[in-house]
């Protein structure tokens, strides 16, 4: 199992947008210069992280983007959902009644899930804060 690309290129988005002040707007290119990425490939991402509610984009030559919720509320599931979707992982491709390799599978999964929505990126934010207060 492997999240794509640009999952990964989210959540370290998301990170960096949670690091700047609460208003503060960060643009497009900015935020592809930080993970050396052409701003037309993030703009894809970044429209959806909108769509999923997570940012908020504010158009015009001083527009960019910011979180739209409080830091406390963006878990990664939200991200890897924004991004992957909510489909499942796993789909048995043997179609008969009480799949006991398919229901394993899900409650493999649904535990997974369920990590990654209690993890949230408002942590690594707080340790990458520390990280550079410490390096100061």
């Known amino acids: 199992m492997r999240y794509s690309n640009a999952t ?10 949670m690091l700047q002040p609460r208003e503060s707007l960060v643009g497009v290119k900015e ?3 930080v993970q050396n990425l052409s701003p037309t490939y993030l703009s894809k991402i970044l429209t959806k ?9 504010t158009p ?15 878990s990664f599931l ?13 789909d048995c491709t ?18 997974m899930k369920g990590e990654l929505d209690s ?9 990458a804060t520390s990280k550079q207060i410490e390096k100061k």
């Open 31 to 33: 935020l592809a210069d």
């Open 78 to 90: 939200d991200v890897i959902h924004a991004i992957e979707g909510d489909t499942s992982l796993f």
């Open 60 to 74: 015009g030559a001083k527009g960019g983007y910011k979180i739209s919720r409080t830091k406390q509320e963006i």
């Open 94 to 111: 043997i179609h008969h009644e009480g799949c006991l390799i398919e229901k394993a599978m899900k409650q493999v999964e649904e535990n």
């Open 119 to 127: 993890m949230l990126l408002n942590d690594i934010a707080k340790e």
């Open 49 to 57: 992280l909108a769509k999923a509610g997570l940012i908020e984009s």
């Open 8 to 17: 990964n290129y989210a959540l370290h988005t998301i990170v960096h947008l």
